[in-house]
């Protein structure tokens, strides 16, 4: 098709060998004819020599050093890039031509500058009731963003190179929380940001109760850390009531006076957190739903304490200047 404008795919990728011939394949089936794909690899596991199989006119490979990180590996991603539209993604996203079109029409129909959509796990992962749950919690989530957001998901992604450039073409330091960072910056120099609801870019979610933890314990952190840093009160402190109410979550079971009161405050939270969860699960996609029926309400119930531990680890490694970046 002519007169398309080229689309630049950037993708920086860190010990995630294994899943670069997916991504490249991925890319290379699209039906949009106009774009290349800018990968910044790199880490042990020798992902930068895994990527250079795949190099061709059509993908661009850079190495990422030890220590560079997300931010600097877009950066260069960025200058060795082509496109008047940029496309950032992950390495365990699968591009489709759905997602990929849905996220990108905006921008092309020249609407706004910057536009961000939803994820959903990986087809083959949907019977794991921890990725079934993780779903039913964002898609209550992704049901209160406003059409003109105010943030962006890192894997699905598009903007212009003008609007990006204009943010400072991510020269700014961000070690964690790039989204985050890159939405201020687009908010700060006047781009309006656009929720594109519908076509999820299909993602592989966290698979263990760790890594779970340990990817949102992340996520809250870059809330209140950045809220803080751009001066966002809302962001932080969306980022500071979760902390608090883990905190208070297990403060209320340790030995101590009012024991019974104590503990009675502990019951109506978790019967309060429990029916939340449930009513997320009954506004979830059928395939979630029918993951998560009767006979998992344990399982659910655990999900819900490792949130509860996760908020309050959260608040810890805030506090602690050695493990507010941890990745």
């Not at 049901?143 to 190179?161: E, F, H, K």
Request: glycine fraction near 8%; charged fraction near 25%; include cysteine.
């Amino acid at each position: 098709m002519t007169g398309q404008p080229l689309v630049s795919v950037l993708l920086p990728i860190w010990c995630e060998r294994e899943h670069i011939p997916a991504a490249v394949a991925a890319f290379r089936a699209l039906r949009y004819a106009s774009k290349e794909l800018v990968l910044c690899a790199g880490g042990h596991d020798r992902s930068y020599e895994e990527a250079l199989r795949f190099a061709a006119t059509d993908v661009v490979v850079l190495e990422q050093k030890s220590g560079e990180g997300k931010q600097h590996a877009l950066a260069k991603c960025l200058a060795a890039s082509h496109g008047t539209v940029l496309f950032l993604t992950d390495a365990d996203a699968r591009l489709t031509d759905e997602s990929f079109q849905a996220t990108l029409s905006p921008i092309l129909q020249g609407e706004v500058e910057a536009a961000t959509g939803p994820r959903a796990p990986w087809p083959e992962l949907r019977l794991l009731p921890i990725i079934a749950y993780q779903w039913a919690i964002e898609e209550a989530g992704n049901a209160q963003i406003p059409d003109d957001c105010t943030g962006l998901l890192g894997s699905n992604v598009a903007l212009t190179r003008e609007a990006a450039e204009r943010a400072g073409g991510f020269g700014w330091e961000a070690r964690t929380g790039t989204d985050l960072s890159l939405a201020y910056q687009l908010r700060r120099t006047g781009a309006r940001i656009r929720y594109v609801r519908g076509h999820p870019m299909s993602v592989a979610l966290a698979t263990t109760a760790r890594d779970y933890s340990r990817q949102r314990s992340r996520w809250l952190r870059n809330l209140v850390l950045h809220g803080r840093r751009f001066n966002d009160a809302q962001l932080e402190r969306q980022g500071l009531i979760a902390m608090a109410t883990g905190l208070g979550f297990w403060v209320l079971v340790l030995p101590g006076p009012a024991k019974r009161v104590r503990h009675l405050i502990w019951l109506i939270l978790f019967g309060y957190g429990f029916k939340r969860r449930l009513d997320y699960i009954a506004r979830a996609p059928r395939e979630a739903k029918d993951v998560l029926t009767l006979d998992k309400w344990p399982l659910i119930a655990f999900y819900m304490l490792l949130d509860y531990f996760t908020w309050a680890r959260a608040a810890i490694e805030t506090a602690n200047p050695r493990w507010r970046d941890r990745w």
